[in-house]
């Protein structure tokens, strides 16, 4: 079972900030916070993981409470590409651990 | 970046018949791949946890003599849908971890659509 929580959708304005939020109250102190997206009959695509610190890359920033508790994806300039399914997804670093992919948050981002 | 290519991405066969797909890592060396499979408006479902070189590992509730999974090499998995029926129709994913630290993502192919007909 996925062992995290989302909201079903959310919409956010082309050109803004989408933040998404994600709860994961029983987290365990090895397992990382992944964020995935799938796009419409695509792969699901890997988009920034961590641990207990904020991340950044080129697509978004993850932004982990102190008690690791719940995260926030933040897109910082949602255009309209980027509107999918957005999976939170906890994992601990064993590699022969499966993503287990709950509902996740569909983004639809509007012009 | 890790790259995972899946062969064919749409595939439409008749009833009975048996359907292979295959997954690659293109760029790295996967020991385990993953195999999903995704119903309409659901999300993905793991099916089955394929190691290199040793029998797969299969999920409650699916068949292993009917989902065949082979991963003799370390970048190519397959899968086959033996018997195929309306009922197996699906998006089928696949997903491999390359070698290295195990907090590295996982990467997933494009997806294989099975329509039985």
């Known amino acids: 079972d996925a062992k995290t929580t989302q909201p079903t959708s959310m919409d956010c304005a082309e050109g803004r900030a989408a933040n998404l939020p994600c709860n994961h109250s029983t987290i365990s102190g090895n397992e990382y916070v992944y964020w995935y997206r799938q796009i419409h009959s695509q792969g699901p695509q890997y988009i920034i993981h961590?641990?207990?610190n904020n991340e950044t890359n080129e697509m978004a920033s993850l932004i982990i409470t102190e008690d690791r508790k719940s995260s926030t994806l933040i897109l910082p300039h949602a255009t309209l590409r980027d509107t999918a399914v957005y999976y939170c997804i906890v994992r601990n670093n064993s590699g022969n651990t499966p993503l287990v992919f709950g509902k996740g948050t569909r983004l639809s981002v509007i012009a | 970046g890790a790259v995972v290519s899946q062969h064919p991405s749409r595939v439409i066969c008749k009833s009975g018949t048996s359907v292979k797909i295959e997954c690659r890592s293109l760029d790295f060396q996967a020991t385990t791949m993953f195999w999903y499979r995704q119903f309409p408006k659901q999300s993905l479902m793991l099916m089955a946890t394929?190691?290199?070189?040793?029998?797969?590992?299969?999920e409650q509730g699916v068949e292993k003599d009917k989902f065949l999974i082979n991963h003799a090499s370390l970048t190519l998995s397959t899968l086959t849908v033996t018997s195929a029926h309306p009922e197996d129709s699906s998006f089928y994913i696949c997903?491999?971890?390359?070698?290295?630290?195990?907090?590295?993502?996982?990467?997933f192919g494009n997806g294989t659509r099975l329509t039985v007909t």
């Open positions: 394929s190691n290199e070189g040793s029998k797969a590992t299969y």
């Open positions: 961590g641990l207990k």
């Open positions: 997903s491999a971890r390359g070698q290295g630290t195990g907090n590295s993502p996982l990467h």
